[in-house]
């Protein structure tokens, strides 16, 4: 493998470096593709070589003769453009992961798009793209969708259920929606579709604003009317009732601690409360009594014992199963007071804090145990631990502290 930086792509012909004997080269810098570019299907035709992956921008910026591109990089950084293209009709072959941006701009006889990025494309921006009829279905991991003045375009369909804005404007043509998140952190904006007649789902939580000007399917309401006859929230009763801002959320990582309701029957993951896939907690998740996790560092600061301390308040104690936490916890995890509790699945790989099952008296299935818990794992009373201590627990289960 070969790796280039920025002010050595220019000179490769220059200083005759040959590189067609590397089968993966990885590119750290921005590329701008020649104005003159007529097709492109791939870096061999221009440098000699491939490049497999970017790890910067790729621009197309006012290549007017380009009329097709495939065989892009596999892999880039940044953000991948094609700005004023006027010739472009086709493109094949995205790369699989764009980390940034993906816009197309003034390509006015753009008509096919085969795919989109499947992994992590943060942005996707269409514009004035007055050929294009259709486009591909959406990457999960989506957060902005920016669509307008794309006059001939019918259909959009299959989008992520949490996303931060969704715009589409200017679509004349556009009859129909069909899964459009659920979940939109900031604004949901439909404007001047006037032949646009059917929605198959609308979010219900909205964040900001939801504007629908000149949009028949709305037939005039405001905002207050279409939150009302949708029943959308600006605050989502699932994530009131865990007490959990999405705003705190970030890519996977919700950066705050959570507190299950005390009525949860069953715990299968967030993605099925919250309809949002939380992989990474930098709080604490707790199951147990509110008091416990202030009481468990105090005396661990004292003289590492827990039990000596009250509590005031039970767990959840009609919670029967859990399983789908996430893959990570910074904070502690906490099931303490859960006395109805048989069975737990799918324990994160790493707990931070504090590991406790005191008092889960019905507690007789754990599938697997964490690699690393870096606090005080607590299980007085609880059966499946079968009377051991923290050390004999940390030894069976070859649970580390770090």
Not at 39 to 47: A, P, S
Not at 191 to 203: A, G, K, Q, R
Not at 317 to 333: A, D, F, H
Not at 362 to 367: C, V
Request: hydrophobic share 35%.
């Amino acid at each position: 493998m070969a790796y280039l930086k920025n002010k050595y792509l220019a000179n490769i012909k220059k200083w005759n470096i040959d590189l067609s004997k590397y089968k993966d080269v990885v590119y750290y810098g921005y590329i701008y593709a020649p104005k003159d570019l007529k097709e492109f299907t791939g870096f061999k035709e221009l440098f000699g070589f491939e490049i497999k992956e970017v790890r910067g921008d790729l621009t197309f910026d006012s290549c007017t003769s380009l009329t097709w591109v495939s065989n892009l990089p596999e892999y880039v950084g940044h953000n991948l453009s094609f700005y004023n293209c006027y010739s472009l009709t086709s493109v094949s072959n995205l790369p699989e992961y764009v980390g940034g941006e993906l816009a197309f701009f003034k390509c006015l006889n753009l008509k096919n798009i085969s795919n989109f990025p499947k992994i992590f494309t943060k942005s996707i921006i269409l514009s004035h793209c007055e050929s294009l009829v259709s486009i591909p279905d959406m990457p999960e991991s989506l957060k902005v969708f920016r669509c307008n003045f794309l006059p001939k375009l019918t259909h959009i369909s299959n989008f992520s259920s949490k996303m931060v804005d969704f715009y589409i404007m200017f679509c004349d043509e556009l009859k129909e929606l069909s899964n459009i998140p659920l979940h939109v952190k900031g604004n949901i904006v439909i404007t001047f579709c006037e032949n646009l007649t059917s929605v198959s789902n609308m979010p219900s939580f909205v964040g900001n604003t939801i504007y629908t000007e000149g949009t028949t399917f709305f037939q005039k309401m405001n905002e207050e009317e279409i939150r009302e006859k949708y029943d959308i929230c600006r605050t989502d009763s699932n994530f009131k009732k865990w007490g959990v801002d999405i705003n705190f959320l970030n890519d996977g990582t919700y950066i705050d601690g959570i507190i299950a309701p005390y009525d949860i029957l069953e715990f299968k993951g967030f993605e099925e409360e919250l309809g949002i896939n939380i992989n990474k907690l930098e709080g604490s998740l707790n199951f147990g009594p509110r008091e416990l996790p202030y009481k468990l560092e105090i005396l661990d600061a004292i003289n590492h014992s827990y039990k000596i301390y009250t509590s005031h308040s039970d767990g959840c104690t009609s919670l029967t199963s859990v399983s789908n936490l996430p893959e990570k916890i910074n904070g502690s995890l906490i099931f303490s007071h859960c006395t109805y509790l048989t069975s737990i699945s799918n324990l994160p790989d790493y707990v931070g804090g504090y590991f406790s099952f005191g008092r889960c008296i019905s507690l007789t299935s754990i599938s697997k145990m964490p690699s690393v818990v870096k606090g005080f794992i607590y299980t007085e009373d609880c059966p499946f631990f079968e009377g051991m201590d923290e050390a004999q627990v940390r030894k069976k289960y070859g649970i580390r502290k770090e």
